[in-house]
């Protein structure tokens, strides 16, 4: 069965500085997607970035970009310029051959002005 | 506007009782699921539907019911089975084995 670690509970960054939330995964499958998800307080879920596996080329979504290691099976994600809005929990997920998500655990970024 | 509403936002209910939480979507997805959100942990599936009329189970259905009698509509009900009910719950839906879940607002469910 697929798992996916976040092995940082809580990180936090500067104002406008850069921050990388770390993301782990166990397959066994070669095709698959990863994605970043992102709840802010108001509890909405909302999607950050989304990385193919079969891609070599690293999503970059505006100041989120992610290194996508598939032999290391890792996923960070990279926040440049952070912004107090970017203050929420964010969620790595794996989504399986069945189509169906897989979560990890979250990490809470805290963005200090 | 299209999008994915879930009510209520706040839901109270007694020990015993069942109680049902709405996920309602204009977006002409096909596939919707059910997700319970608890302090610390992400997302667990309780149920997924991908076409009208058919849902399956996921990693912790018990004590939890759904329909699917409408593409738009995908109502979960928390039985009275459920030991632990008091969660956040979230609904979401996606294109029939697309990538993307587009989520609702949430339902906080308090059992006193």
């Known amino acids: 069965a697929q798992t996916v670690t976040q092995s940082q509970p809580e990180m936090s960054v500067q104002e406008a500085e850069t921050v990388t939330l770390s993301c782990t995964y166990d397959?066994?499958?070669?095709?698959?997607?990863l994605f970043w998800y992102k709840q802010p307080p108001s509890r909405q879920m909302i999607l950050v970035i989304r990385?193919?596996?079969?891609k070599q080329q690293n999503a970059t979504e505006n100041r989120f970009s992610v290194n996508f290691q598939k032999a290391a099976k890792s996923f960070s994600l990279k926040i440049s310029d952070s912004q107090l809005g970017d203050a929420a929990m964010y969620f790595c997920?794996?989504?399986?051959?069945?189509?169906?998500?897989?979560w990890g655990a979250g990490t809470k970024l805290i963005i200090k002005p | 506007d299209g999008g994915i509403t879930q009510s209520p936002k706040y839901l109270f209910r007694k020990e015993g009782q069942n109680v049902t939480l709405s996920c309602e979507q204009n977006?002409?997805?096909?596939?919707m699921y059910w997700y319970r959100q608890d302090p610390g942990q992400g997302l667990r599936l309780i149920y997924y539907?991908?076409?009208?009329?058919?849902?399956q189970k996921g990693d912790i259905a018990e004590g939890y019911s759904v329909s699917r009698e409408k593409k738009e509509s995908f109502p979960l009900t928390v039985t009275s089975a459920q030991k632990n009910p008091t969660a956040f719950y979230l609904c979401?839906?996606?294109?029939?084995?697309?990538?993307?879940?587009?989520f609702g607002p949430g339902t906080r469910l308090t059992v006193l």
């Open positions: 990385q193919e596996a079969y």
């Open positions: 997920a794996y989504r399986s051959s069945n189509y169906q998500l897989i």
């Open positions: 977006l002409n997805h096909d596939a």
């Open positions: 397959t066994s499958e070669s095709d698959y997607y």
């Open positions: 539907s991908q076409i009208v009329n058919d849902f």
């Open positions: 979401a839906s996606g294109r029939q084995n697309n990538n993307e879940q587009f």
